[in-house]
Nanobody, 122 residues
Framework: QLQASGGGLVQPGGSLRLSCATSGFALEYAAMGWFRQAPGKEREAVSCMSSNNGSPYYADSVKGRFTISRDNAKRMVYLQMDSLKPEDTAVYYC?????????????????WGQGTQVTVSS
């Protein structure tokens, strides 16, 4: 089970930290990802990481602004979002794979959280 939180309304240039609480599976062996879906658009990978904390993936649109991290002991995954832009507005989802390899493909993720709304607007 995945529970995402931390979304909200923020002004352009602001920051948010999304959190994903996990349970029911071995987080230390699972690749994790953050995805987002804006109205009328397909769900896209924002940032993903393998289970061994190797080099994470970032979408070009968020490179240098977002940072993914995990704390296996706390069973938490985070997405720090800085310098937010209006185009970052979307519902953000955390997802877990049942294997350890990094993937940006939604179909390869077995578990999904309920989503948290991020709105960037002045």
């Amino acid at each position: 089970q995945l529970q995402a939180s931390g979304g909200g309304l923020v002004q352009p240039g602001g920051s948010l930290r999304l959190s994903c609480a996990t349970s029911g599976f071995a987080l230390e062996y699972a690749a994790m990802g953050w995805f987002r879906q804006a109205p009328g658009k397909e769900r896209e990978a924002v940032s993903c990481m393998s289970s061994n904390n190797g080099s994470p993936y970032y979408a070009d649109s968020v490179k240098g602004r977002f940072t993914i991290s995990r704390d296996n002991a706390k069973r938490m995954v985070y997405l720090q979002m800085d310098s937010l832009k209006p185009e970052d507005t979307a519902v953000y989802y955390c997802a877990a794979r049942s294997s350890d390899g990094l993937s940006v493909t939604t179909a390869r993720y077995a578990y999904w959280g309920q989503g948290t709304q991020v709105t960037v607007s002045s």
